[in-house]
T-cell receptor
Framework: DTEVTQTPKHLVMGMTNKKSLKCEQHMGHRAMYWYKQKAKKPPELMFV???????INESVPSRFSPECPNSSLLNLHLHALQPEDSALYLC???????????????FGPGTRLTVT | KNQVEQSPQSLIILEGKNCTLQCNYTVSPFSNLRWYKQDTGRGPVSLTIMTFSENTKSNGRYTATLDADTKQSSLHITASQLSDSASYIC????????????FGTGTRLTVIP
């Protein structure tokens, strides 16, 4: 199984709502990522979890709150978002990089988020 | 500054024709380079991955080349199909201990019948 799944596929939420994005993989990967991608732009890294611990937070606003409840699941909790947060949110997973070895990130299909 | 630049930004070709996409990078130290295909509104899907010692790698109708000396890579698509219409993103991995990936801005390919 080389698939990363994300739910929901589409989400429309108001600025006062609380919602969550979910990501799941069963490849035994111990690194998981959240990216934000605006139209016609490359993905921008938001968070990295390594062995279920947050290892990188790219100065993301606190209205985005990641959670990694176990090695297969990654959540992104959303609260009080702004319209400019509307984007495609991508989840990815990979082996944990050790030494000079290379690894590949497998991406999920993304959640299209619209904030109204 | 670590950067990845791709050209052209967009490209339109007739079905059945070949095309070549370019990627130049300044990422150092270099670990590996990947080409991803991304359909609109979908996640990127890996096409090829190359390390420093590899200069050509094929995946079906896709052939990637890497010149580590000039820090250039190309993705050649032969006998294009309508389903090849997508964005193609070049991603370079930094060869340090961090999980640093540098994304190009992509080339938007449109194949027309």
């Amino acid at each position: 199984d080389t698939e990363v799944t994300q739910t929901p596929k589409h989400l429309v939420m108001g600025m006062t709502n609380k919602k969550s994005l979910k990501c799941e993989q069963h490849m035994g990967h111990r690194a998981m990522y959240w990216y934000k991608q605006k139209a016609k732009k490359p993905p921008e890294l938001m968070f990295v979890y390594s062995y279920e611990k947050l290892s990188i937070n790219e100065s993301v606003p606190s209205r985005f709150s990641p959670e990694c409840p176990n090695s297969s699941l990654l959540n992104l909790h959303l609260h009080a978002l702004q319209p400019e947060d509307s984007a495609l949110y991508l989840c990815a997973s990979s082996q944990v990089k050790e030494g000079a070895g290379h690894y590949e990130q497998y991406f999920g299909p993304g959640t299209r988020l619209t904030v109204t | 500054k670590n950067q990845v630049e791709q050209s052209p930004q967009s490209l339109i070709i007739l079905e059945g024709k070949n095309c070549t996409l370019q990627c130049n990078y300044t990422v150092s130290p270099f670990s590996n380079l990947r080409w991803y295909k991304q359909d609109t509104g979908r996640g990127p899907v890996s096409l090829t991955i190359m390390t420093f010692s590899e200069n050509t790698k094929s995946n079906g109708r896709y052939t990637a080349t890497l010149d580590a000396d000039t820090k250039q890579s190309s993705l050649h698509i032969t006998a294009s199909q309508l389903s090849d219409s997508a964005s193609y993103i070049c991603v370079v991995s930094e060869g340090t201990g961090a999980n640093n990936l540098f994304f190009g801005t992509g080339t938007r390919l449109t194949v027309i019948p």
